[in-house]
């Protein structure tokens, strides 16, 4: 396993961090962790150098926690970073923050809890937790001993991601990155930011959802990735192309079979960065360049048609749009535009006024990419 220093901290983290997320479950039920199966994967990850554990207190339908207090046990605590988060949609007020935290203490059977986030940031939940002090939680928190570290997950823009930063002394952050999603959220300029104030990166959804991970792919593609020299899975080239960026920190996975945590552990005992060869990302541009060419809406997530207003979120929709045309993935792309949208942010909002279209660099048709998105996702939703 290989380990590097994470940001002003001075933890020696393993670059695999094992996330609680998508663990195996039992007859579909995703409340229902196989325990057995979980326990001998994640056991064995810790056995072989993964010292960051990952949960939350949604994961697993608010069971993930407990189970991982579990894992901690039979002297397990001692050889692991535990890490969860705060939801932050759910506070009400600021002792709810404190009840939260001291369930999850419960929960997890620790006295202190080593990495600790707000979750799931974006401008709703940043203004929630700004207006119930969060600092003065985390200063509380912190001096009482039931925090180490603070740190956040981001789901916006590069904007707020960089108003975040800026707005308290944090030591790490979380955000969604991977070899197509570049330029998505936070992305390489966040994670750059985040680092030139010493701060510590998670990277979650490498694989996006699983999705870069995928065997059984095109015959183009395939051809991409075997004119490498060295033979690679899609998952081990989609992990290497993060771990080959000296500023990651930990790349976080959801293993759920014990084949994807022997993978995964093989490749974090290798992948030191900067050691792929110019040919070798090469052909990763390549094959990035393979699934840009599939998608549906040329945006480049520069957000200038932002803000709509009629609140339509456009650079998310075109994301979830574009999700679907690249991995065949209609489930997600509807969950994200009719699930994980407010309502006043959905297409079917636009009443096409067209002041998106005239600050769009790369003249998008976005009125009409809107009306479609609109009747493709949004039909069936009462």
């Known amino acids: 396993m290989l380990y590097r220093k994470f940001g002003k901290t001075n933890e020696k983290l393993s670059i695999l961090g094992f996330g609680a997320m998508r663990l195996p479950i039992i007859e579909g039920d ?7 199966k979980a326990l001998k994967m994640i056991r064995h990850s810790i056995d072989l150098g993964v010292n960051y554990l990952d949960t939350a207190w949604p994961y697993h339908g608010g069971n993930s926690e407990s189970f991982c207090g579990k894992v901690m046990q039979d002297g397990y605590r001692d050889k692991v970073k535990i890490a969860t988060k705060l ?30 986030l707000l979750h799931s940031l974006n401008a709703a939940n940043w203004a929630n937790m700004k207006k119930h002090d969060y600092k003065s939680f985390l200063i509380r928190s912190r001096a009482a001993g039931k925090i180490r570290y603070t740190g956040f997950s981001h789901h916006d823009d590069i904007d707020l991601f960089k108003e975040i930063v800026d707005d308290n002394d944090w030591d790490f952050c ?3 990155l991977n070899y197509l999603d570049e330029h998505y959220q936070a992305g390489l300029e966040g994670m ?3 680092v030139s104030k010493g701060m510590g990166v998670v990277v979650m959804e490498p694989l996006r959802g699983g999705m870069l991970a995928r065997t059984e792919i095109p015959e183009e593609l395939q051809s991409i990735w075997d004119a490498s ?10 992990l290497r192309s993060l771990w080959d960026r000296e500023k990651v920190g930990v790349i976080l996975s959801g293993m759920t ?25 090469n052909i990763i541009g390549k094959a990035k360049d393979y699934f840009h060419s599939k998608i549906r809406v040329d945006c ?27 991995f065949d993935d209609f489930a997600k792309a509807k969950f994200w535009t009719t699930g994980f949208l407010k309502e006043q ?29 609109a009747a493709r996702y949004e039909a069936a939703v009462t």
């Open 174 to 176: 979380q955000i969604q």
């Open 345 to 373: 942010q959905r297409a079917s909002n636009c009443n096409s006024c067209g002041q998106c279209e005239k600050h769009c660099p790369q003249n998008i048709e976005i009125r009409r990419h809107l009306k479609d998105v």
């Open 87 to 116: 939801p932050s949609w759910e506070i009400k007020s600021p002792g709810d923050m404190d009840r939260i935290l001291d369930q999850q203490l419960e929960r997890l059977g620790v006295e202190t809890i080593d990495f600790y």
């Open 300 to 326: 480049t997530n520069c957000r200038y048609c932002m803000p709509c207003p009629q609140g339509v979120y456009i650079p998310e929709i075109f994301w979830a749009y574009n999700h679907e045309a690249l």
């Open 30 to 36: 995703v409340k229902h962790i196989d325990e057995e």
């Open 257 to 281: 079979t014990m084949e994807q945590v022997q993978e995964n552990l093989k490749v974090a005992g290798e992948a030191l960065p900067g050691t792929l060869t110019e040919k070798e990302n």
């Open 192 to 194: 750059d930011y985040a």
């Open 229 to 238: 020299d060295t033979k690679r899975s899609p998952a081990e080239w989609a």
